[in-house]
């Protein structure tokens, strides 16, 4: 599920599991610090200099049962800029599962350690950094913690094509082969049911236990939300400030996340993309008629689909595509120099502005669709962040339903949702050929007693859905939330200029403050529709305070849960 980051991986429920123990009593380790790896950090920082420090701690591949076998675990850290007054230390995980925090707590560090304490939007971020080290513990499997590869000598995995558009039996026979090759090849090796989150949790807790701090408190953006509530059911006594941005749902678990994500992209795509063009089809050159524009889309061919998968994601780049999709209907030009040609010499649109944006869009679309087509579905994250995030996935919980539910739903899927690619089905398809999980799943009702914590939650994030952080709103009376107001950001807290919501979180880690309102839920009512608006120099923003909310926040419960 930062990263700008891609949605979670499917899975079951995790409400009304059983508690698990604490890790068995384990000497705590010592760490030498040192110089960070360019490969956990990125670069080195001149703003940090040695404060910004890595190290490797031995700790027991099974924490609660070890059996002597242990695996590196890597820890990168911002000293408190101010040791003489340091107060604690705030711990960071940015999401995925499979996203390494290195660059990330590096820059974050940076930012904070450069704001003027005098600042009334930004001091207390200069205070945080000054009083709290700043700790990303790596997860298993990626670099700095035993980096993970699965089995190489296993056979490579058969291409399949495209799943939305093939849909056959054959297909899915290659389908089903890939996900039992992933499966054979990644859960052989040593270790391999070994990462998963409870193991990651007991690792912060080591790290905890080696800084000498009673509580460690913690801010997680998207899966990072479920790593602190574990953390904190866990190890409830421990437990400090929970600041959880943009947290998948913790009571449903990665597959009701996914499909959430899916409905949640639809309804951006058809409100964002598809109205827009539907209003006026005449500006962007598609003729008069709303409704041939409509069954063009709902027609949209295999081979289009395929090629401009999640590519289709403003109404410009939408209209391009439909013009080009009109010309594949009535001749399919046979190359990309006869669609070039096509594009050369029409006008899209009589507005100028609009046709030199429609033609341009129309050029990088037809390289697309004329480049060789894509079989098996890519990722957008490192190697071993791709395996991490199908090991974690696998190994915390249980995947129960039989392969034709599977492909049931891909069926459903692929006619509901215009931009599925099939890499949830696919996921799920690994897992639930996995074995059954690694991970002893805690009991989440534990964290109601926690102190309060803050759920910060963009209201049109299409990656973790309004409606997943409503429903652990809903579950724990000590959960708060800050809303923002027509803002897509996913991952909130740092990538935004908005006085509301920087000072709200920075003031909630470093106090434990929030805002004294008559609801659990208030909200920052910046419009923040594109990140671009929340830099310098955007819109301007006057707000420094939330306002409470009234009425249920919960969307109504996607169909599929």
């Known amino acids: ?41 990125g670069r080195t920082s001149v703003v940090l200099g040695t404060r910004l420090q890595c190290g490797n701690l031995k700790a027991p591949l099974d924490h609660v049962t070890p059996d002597g076998r242990q695996i590196d675990v890597g820890v990168i850290r911002v000293r408190a800029g101010d040791p003489a007054g340091r107060e604690g230390a705030i711990f960071f995980n940015p999401g995925g599962p499979g ?34 080290d ?17 089995a190489v000598d296993a056979p ?19 389908v089903v082969e890939s996900a039992q090759a992933t499966v054979d090849a ?7 049911r070994h990462i998963n989150t ?6 912060m807790d080591m790290v905890r236990r080696v800084l000498g701090d009673e509580r460690l ?13 574990w953390y904190a059911s866990m190890y409830p006594t421990h437990t400090g400030r929970l600041l959880l941005d943009s947290t998948m749902d913790l009571m449903h678990g990665y597959r009701a996340a996914a499909l959430m994500a899916l409905a949640a992209q639809q309804r951006a795509f058809s409100e964002d993309v598809v109205a827009p063009v539907l209003r006026d089809p005449t500006r962007f050159g598609l003729g008069t008629s709303r409704d041939t524009v409509a069954s063009a889309i709902d027609d949209f061919p295999a081979r289009a689909r395929e090629a401009w998968a999640g590519r289709l994601d403003t109404p410009v780049r939408l209209a391009a595509a439909l013009k080009l999709v009109e010309w594949m209907a009535s001749g399919d030009p046979p190359t990309l120099e006869a669609m070039t040609r096509f594009i050369g010499r029409t006008i899209f649109s009589n507005d100028q502005a609009l046709d030199r944006r429609l033609r341009w869009e129309a050029g990088q679309l037809a390289r697309t669709l004329y480049s060789a087509s894509a079989t098996d579905p890519s990722t957008d994250t490192e190697p071993d962040g791709g395996v991490v995030r199908i090991l974690m996935g696998c190994n915390d919980v249980a995947w129960p339903r039989s392969e034709a539910e599977i492909r049931e739903s891909a069926r459903r899927y692929a006619a ?13 398809l690994t897992c639930s050929r996995w074995g059954g999980p690694g991970a002893r799943q805690p009991n989440l009702t534990v964290l109601g007693s926690a102190s309060p914590f803050l759920l910060i939650q963009s209201e049109k994030d299409t990656s973790t859905p309004l409606a997943g952080a409503s429903h652990v709103l809903h579950a724990f009376a000590n959960a708060r939330m800050l809303l923002v107001r027509n803002s897509s950001l996913h991952g909130v807290f740092n990538f935004t200029t908005s006085p509301c919501i920087e000072r709200t979180a920075s003031r909630y880690l470093l106090t434990g403050d929030l805002p004294a309102t008559r609801s659990r839920a208030f909200a920052c009512n910046e419009v923040f529709d594109n990140p671009v608006d929340a830099m310098p120099g955007g819109p301007s923003q006057t707000a420094t305070e939330p306002t409470p909310m009234e009425g249920p926040l919960v969307p109504a419960d996607h169909d599929e849960f």
Request: hydrophobic fraction near 40%; aromatic fraction near 10%; include cysteine.
């Open 186 to 192: 990644c859960s052989t090796p040593a270790g391999a």
């Open 198 to 203: 409870e193991q990651h949790a007991h690792d």
């Open 1 to 41: 599920m930062h990263s700008p980051h891609r949605p979670v991986v499917a899975a079951v429920v995790l409400a009304s599991l059983p508690a698990v123990c604490g890790a068995t009593s384990i000497p705590t380790p010592h760490i030498a610090w040192g110089a960070c790896p360019d490969s956990w950090v």
């Open 99 to 132: 996203i390494h925090p290195g660059k990330l707590l590096r820059s974050i560090g940076e930012g904070w350690s450069s704001m003027r304490t005098d600042d009334p939007d930004e001091g207390d971020k200069r205070r945080l950094a000054d009083r709290y």
């Open 156 to 174: 490579a995995p058969p291409a399949y094509a495209f799943l939305p558009t093939h849909l056959g039996d054959a297909n899915w026979r290659l």
């Open 134 to 150: 700043l700790i990303a513990v790596i997860p298993r499997g990626l670099v700095g913690s035993g980096s993970f590869r699965c």
């Open 416 to 428: 509901r949702y215009f931009n599925f690619t099939g890499d949830a089905t696919m996921e799920e």
């Open 217 to 229: 408190h913690f801010y997680g953006i998207s899966y990072g939300g479920m790593v602190g509530a």
